[in-house]
């Protein structure tokens, strides 16, 4: 599968220039194969991103912006939504590939469904519901054992303290 990134290389708007950079750059960086598409260059191309992006992430006036992101002929989203998805380590899930062996999002991946907008399924988000809390719970109950040995040892300092002062009494009269 081959991720195509519909750029326009020779752009006036310097936001879109640095949004176009931010995902080559991205993708260049974790090794991810990718293709661009100069839809400023070559009208094919123009065309065929703007009758592939779905209508409810055209724009207002029905043209949408570069980079617009696709994996084959699926799309996978507009730099938005790229960014959301780096921001919460599903980069994998949202080009539509598998995440390498060692990632963040392994994890992520293994733990939900390969449903749309990363949702899981009725069962499935129990688990993930249930997990999450076990692990909340495990991390409160390590933090209330932190605490309590805290106390402890502070009662065992003090109690040494008294011990002290009450022998340096006793040596005093």
Known sequence: MVIKVFVATSSGST???????????????????FKEMDIAGDEDNRKWMRENVPGEKKPQNGIPLPPQIFNEETYCGDFESFFSAKEENIIYSFLGLAPPPGSKEVKTAEETSNLPNGEVSGEEHKDVEETEKSEQNEENEAHAEDNVDAVANSIEVLSEEQQEEEEEEEEES
Not at 20 to 25: K, L, R
């Open 15 to 33: 936001a879109i220039k640095k949004k176009q950079q931010e995902v080559v750059g991205f993708l260049e960086a974790n090794k991810i194969d």
